[in-house]
T-cell receptor, first 117, second 110 residues
Framework: EPEVTQTPSHQVTQMGQEVILRCVPI?????FYWYRQILGQKVEFLVS????????KSEIFDDQFSVERPDGSNFTLKIRSTKLEDSAMYFC???????????????FGPGTRLTVT | RKEVEQDPGPFNVPEGATVAFNCTYS??????FFWYRQDCRKEPKLLMS???SGNEDGRFTAQLNRASQYISLLIRDSKLSDSATYLC???????????FGTGTRLQVFP
């Protein structure tokens, strides 16, 4: 069964450093997303991406964040200068449009645990 | 009013029991609804989409009541492996971001 993959599984970085989180969405999916979940809190939307551009972004997704699809398979999230409060689990998700049911079911990768020290 | 409200639980039930979760949402324009399950420190996994007519998948039944703006999930014949947090989720528009509830924790005991 196709699945979303993410690397690394755990990233430890120092405050102020840049990090790049990588995702490989399901191959025939066209919609891509990043979410984050701070420990003990709910999953929060960061950004959605379609047709090589950002469709929507949340207030969390400020100028320190960027996304890119550098080739036909990878989808990356970059945090330019990490802060302590960026410590969280970051999930990538992808979806396709299911015409029969008019639904976009999103499938999540296993996540990258980011720890900023 | 919170976008998605769920009873956090925990619901502690014996194996074989039937358990039901409810969830209310604030946006009457919400398009699609889903139940995800999340195991501790793992990713949300899609359990089922929720359709207007209600739908069933094995031991799981989901219902949507648009007039009252709530969705429900019924689990019959609970298994130990059903122990997880169940997340009520909706999106405002097709392909849009998902809005997550805080989840309801279920613990099934032998």
């Amino acid at each position: 069964e196709p699945e979303v993959t993410q690397t690394p599984s755990h990233q430890v970085t120092q405050m102020g450093q840049e990090v790049i989180l990588r995702c490989v969405p399901i191959s025939n999916h066209l919609y891509f997303y990043w979410y984050r979940q701070i420990l003990g809190q709910k999953v929060e939307f960061l950004v959605s991406f379609y047709n090589n551009e950002i469709s929507e972004k949340s207030e969390i997704f400020d100028d320190q964040f960027s996304v890119e699809r550098p080739d036909g398979s990878n989808f990356t999230l970059k945090i330019r200068s990490t802060k302590l409060e960026d410590s969280a689990m970051y999930f990538c998700a992808s979806s396709e449009f299911l015409a029969g049911v008019s639904s976009y079911e999103q499938y999540f990768g296993p996540g990258t645990r980011l720890t900023v020290t | 009013r919170k976008e998605v409200e769920q009873d956090p639980g925990p619901f502690n039930v014996p194996e074989g029991a039937t358990v039901a979760f409810n969830c209310t949402y604030s946006n009457s324009a919400s398009q699609s609804f889903f139940w995800y399950r999340q195991d501790c420190r793992k990713e949300p996994k899609l359990l089922m989409s929720v359709y207007s007519s209600g739908n069933e998948d094995g031991r799981f039944t989901a219902q949507l009541n648009r007039a009252s703006q709530y969705i429900s999930l019924l689990i019959r014949d609970s298994k130990l492996s059903d122990s997880a947090t169940y997340l009520c989720v909706w999106d405002a528009w097709l392909g849009d971001k998902l809005i997550f509830g805080t989840g309801t924790r279920l613990q099934v005991f032998p």
